[in-house]
């Protein structure tokens, strides 16, 4: 049977909760394991297009994967390699995106639209020179609120993970997202939510502060013991990280990808024969 990569959605309906950055780094952290990635930005910010060094130049974006038929644009040619990454590529966006919302509004099921184009549905594509057979990972990268951009990138979504900031705002985009999940559980009754990222939690010494440990102490009352992931650590080196088109462990900081590499150990089971090249995770005091 052909391989058919699985789609992971970060989300979170507030800005500033470590969506943009979970995606990218997560995506890098795969490539480092030599899994080809392909990265959505559906963002008009066009965040990730800029994280990732891309300038789309003259060439299609998402946009146009949206708004045009795949008789008029064949996905391939909006997909831009990631320079000086032979395992990164990227469906870019640009802020014309938000123009994306208007024809997304029009179409009564607008929650498939962009899953509908990434699955290439009722082209004449072979199974095996589909997009979904030649990468490993599909990273969609949606706007922070809710919009119909947002709700397509749900709707593409196999696995889903909720970001949020280890204070109250945090938990106030928790509760928001969760709850645009479960409305929209039934209309995508494949995709699954697979945990909660802790972003921005602070620490004094070898304890977290009360204010983090509250916080992230009420979204797991929220979600549930088994689905919160350890906590990103508010660090400088994330930043130092994105700008220098890296990963915090080749700047001696791997302890920092914990979290990521184990939302990576969740999606393992889809992983097909990209699985073995995924490393056994250690526990994080072995990291």
């Known amino acids: 049977m052909t391989y058919k990569a699985p789609t992971l959605v970060p989300l979170a309906l507030a800005g500033g909760q470590g969506k943009t950055t979970v995606a990218l780094m997560t995506g890098r952290i795969l490539a480092s394991y030599g899994i080809p990635v392909l990265f959505v930005d559906a963002d008009p910010q066009a965040s990730l297009t800029d994280f990732l060094g891309v300038d789309p130049e003259d060439r299609p974006t998402l946009l146009e994967v949206l708004t045009r038929s795949p008789e008029k644009l064949p ?3 909006a997909i831009h390699e990631v320079p000086d990454n032979e395992n990164l590529f990227l469906i870019p966006s640009t802020d014309e995106l938000e123009n994306a919302n208007h024809s997304l509004a029009a179409s009564p099921a607008s929650i498939s639209v962009l899953r509908n184009r990434i699955q290439q549905a009722g082209e004449t594509v072979k199974d095996k020179d589909k997009i979904t057979a030649n990468f490993g990972v599909i990273i969609i990268d949606p706007p ?7 709700l397509t990138s749900l709707g593409s979504g196999d696995r889903w993970v909720i970001c949020a900031e280890a204070n109250i705002k945090g938990v106030k985009s928790l509760k928001r ?3 645009l999940i479960e409305t929209c559980q039934s ?8 945990g909660t990222i802790p972003f921005r939690a602070k620490w004094t010494g070898l304890n977290p502060t009360r204010v983090t440990r509250t916080n992230i ?6 979600v549930g013991k088994e689905l919160m992931l350890p906590h990103i650590l508010e660090s400088d080196i994330y930043k130092r990280a994105i700008d220098e088109l890296t990963l915090p462990g080749e700047l001696g900081y791997e302890a920092l990808e914990f979290p990521l590499r184990s939302l990576i150990e969740r999606l393992r089971p889809l992983l097909g024969q990209y699985a073995k090249s995924v490393p056994v995770l250690k526990t994080e005091e072995e990291e």
Do not use: D, N, Q, Y
């Open 177 to 179: 997202t969760k709850g």
């Open 144 to 150: 922070p609120e809710r919009s119909h951009l947002t």
């Open 75 to 77: 996905l391939f040619k």
């Open 217 to 222: 102490e009420v979204m797991e009352a929220l």
């Open 187 to 194: 209309m995508v009754p494949l995709g699954e939510f697979i």
